[in-house]
């Protein structure tokens, strides 16, 4: 059975800086792209980052770039996301995807930037 379990939301002040994980099970997590998205109320979901299998390249979105970091532990079937220097636009509910010859999508796990 699939599981992709997100974890680490939760309140925080501007210019503050949240890790969020994502656990995965039940399918061969090394073999799938790993991205980040995020949902804002009234919004589109949006894609925030993303990575290949082996790491070794990373994708961000304008709005993120030089904040954000995307990692992945393949021994542990984990993709993270460090997210620094917080503005309240980056309030959403962030959800992890994996991709490849199917997809999967989190429960997604809320984050909300205000003072």
């Known amino acids: 059975q699939v599981h992709v379990v997100e974890s680490g939301g939760g309140l925080v002040q501007p210019g503050g800086s949240l890790r969020l994980s994502c656990a995965a099970s039940g399918f061969k997590f090394r073999s799938y792209a790993m991205s980040w998205y995020r949902q804002a109320p009234g919004k589109e979901r949006e894609l925030v980052a993303s990575i290949i299998t082996n790491g070794g390249s990373t994708n961000y979105a304008d709005s993120v770039k030089g904040r954000f970091s995307i990692s992945r532990g393949n021994a542990e079937n984990t993709v993270y996301l460090q997210m620094n220097s917080l503005k309240p636009e980056d309030t959403a509910v962030y959800y992890c995807?994996?991709?490849?010859?199917?997809?999967?999508w989190g429960q997604g796990t809320q984050v909300t930037v205000s003072s």
């Open positions: 995807y994996a991709q490849w010859d199917r997809v999967y």
